[in-house]
């Protein structure tokens, strides 16, 4: 049998299931918080911090990420403060210009309101979200791909770099990778890459996505009901 | 040694050890930690062994060659009972005279006595070195009674008494009262009450419970983990064991860097004796009691010092910190409630539980008791490991026990705590080391590291500095811990470059404040540390640096340049002879003269000359 906690997200009054993290109950009653490495199904690790949230106890907020959080009854988050939207907008930007050639990335910027980055550009082809390793190790139990290196040269490789028969092609890693989809006007070359902030593109794969996201209004909010299944009305 | 099987056959054990320990009148007491191994104990102390067979004196002289004594930049050092007679720089020459002499004639060795750096007199004593007289060592103090491989020289001292009353007389509530009373806060750099930590897992559901032991100290320049576990590691274990009484674990880890060879084996030879002597294992003292150590060595990552970064390496995982919504009190190694303490607090427990909480919290001040051991380093007369009760002013520590600055440059900051430290100038010298103050300050005790850096250091180069380290470190899971230090390493170095701009600096703050709110775990979270208070206490230099592309210090190698004052130059020749680069042309006895395109800023001239003729500007 489920058992439910109350979880008050930005005001609403949220019955949830026990052991579900507040990132997926705010998705499921429409309250969007932009989110990169967390994919429904597979364990999350808390890797790309997008998904952060204050969690407000006893007068004192603390910023966690929704996506290791487990929901508790009479927990209380705010997904939208002044404050959270600062950090979010920061860390999006750190990815953006790490990764500017993905349409994806891009994409979650643009929602966290970056209309200009102020670091260099560096057009790497991964952003270490770690979807594709935990597809592989989750749910093929393949894994065939995994993280090597610390810090700066953390990267993804197969085992030893030479054990390919481990992949069983199910290319579950190309779709949820983020970074296969190039911006609208084609690949970035190096050195001339920029935020072109224009489009709205896919993060998930693409049935779960609804045609547009009439409901939000880019870079505030994120009320978007990406997820379809909007079951509160804030 | 016979298993003990009861409390009455440990005390029994003692007295007879202490007879024995009788039988010698003389003691001579080596350094053998890894301070004093690196300038060459190990020969001296095989040559006195030689000396004392040789001059038959084996039979009335004991050796004992022990831990850390915390002055490592002496060593070789060597201590004579009774007389309590200091030697420094030993060398295996000096074998013969010192037995010969000291300890067959006691006369005193004037040369290889201590010279006040300061004062510029001989000491006889150890305990009349200003070095010494200024610390409060309750922990270092214990290194040089006993030889860390010797379970009998801990027993022999009083080892294990605590754990005897822990058994006959108290319950696991008393404990952790004691424990909560004593104000006891973790040493290895977050500053949390033991108490409380040990109260929340002794109330965690489940019957399978762990103790850890965090001995990966992987700060630059700091050691007290390491001397603590290398000196006295049954200290340490029998820490452990109490913490594993009072919460009801059943097995606990001694998780210590492969770095530290030295510790490893005293580690693991100390875990060996006490299983043997029933110390450990099932049934321990005849009590119900059961519980066994097991020492696990860590790969060389500094990311492992993290809580759940290390209990992910101990599961055989890679070690990458998780999130800690749920504490590892509850929620810890293999998902179960674990306490995970570093070296020092453990081996502060023993003295707590057997003098009493009160006679620990009458040291320190009100949030802070006790002692704290300080790695002191950089540019001051006296380094080494430093022992002062909490509320000890930082002034105290640099001036009476550093003995303030080396070659006459005055002391501009001390950077505390590591990279997750920051860096405090010399006007702040008067705060007090204390958990709360110093995190006020915007800097941190941390682990203990204490570097004093003089007018010679850049503090943008120090920030550096750091960065690069927490860059390499960090395990790269999350965005603003691998790509925060990254940009902030990029904007830095922009700036000792010479291509920064004031833009530059508000992002820079705007960065660290992001970094340090938003990583996953506290690597992450203390990495921008160095930078905001260096940003705090120094912004000027960073305006320097950036406005009129000048390095104050002279460290910045781009935004510098060496010339040759011609009034000052002799045309000796030295730097000419020296430069690799042959970038310093001139006639003998005519000033010299520095070519700047050639010079490569290495800095070799600026040590060879003999007439301060060199300027960097």
Redo the contacts between chains.
Sequence with gaps: MLHYVTVNIDGAIIKAPKGSSVLEVAIEYGICIPHLCHVPGLSD??????C?VERVTNGRSQ???SC???VQEGMVIRTNTDRIK??RH??AE??V??APNSRAIQDIAVRCGVKKV???FRNSNC??C?RCVRACAEIWHANALG?V??????HVERPLNMREEFCKQCDYCIQLCPMTIPPCDGPMKPGEEYLCGKCESQLMITEEVPDSCAWCRLGEGFNCGRYAGLKAVR | MQKLATREDLETTRRQLLLDRKKTDKTIIICGGTGCKASRSQDVIDAINQELLMQEMDATVNLRVTGCHGFCEQGPIMVIEPGNIFYCHVTPDDAHDIVSRTLRDGEIIEKLLYTDPVTGEKIRTESEIPFYTAQDRQLLSRNREINPCSIDDYIAVGGYMALVKVIDSLSPEEIIHEIKVSGLRGRGGGGFPTGRKWAECYEAPGDEKYVICNADEGDPGAYMDRCVLEGNPYLVIEGMTIGAYAVGAKKGYIYVRNEYPLAVKHARLAVQQARKTGLLGEDILGSSFSFDVEVARGGG?F?CGESTALMASLEGK?GEP??K??HTVVDGLWHKPTILNNVETWANVPAIILNGADSFASKGTKGSKGTKILALTGRIKNTGLVEVAMGTPIRTVVFDIGGGAINGKAIKAVQTGGPSGGCLPVDKFDLPVDFDVLYEAGSMVGSGGMVVMDESSCMVDVAKYFLTFL??????????C???I??ML?IITDITEGRGTM?QID?LE??AD?VT????CGLGKTAANPVLSTLRYFREEYETHINDKKCPAGVCKALIEYSIDPEKCTGCGRCKQACIHDAISGEKKEPHVISPELCQKCGICLSECKHEAIQVK
């Design positions: 690790i808390g890797a790309c911090r997008l952060i910023v966690t990420t290791t959080l487990k600062r950090l920061n860390i750190l990815l210009a790490e102020r670091y260099p952003v270490l770690g993280f290196g610390r810090g700066k040269n953390r | 990552a990311v890679v998780r999130p919504d749920v860059q390499d470190e960090s395990c790269g899971m999350c965005v603003p691998r790509l925060g990254d940009r990029e833009e992002l705007d960065l992001t709110q938003t990583s996953l």
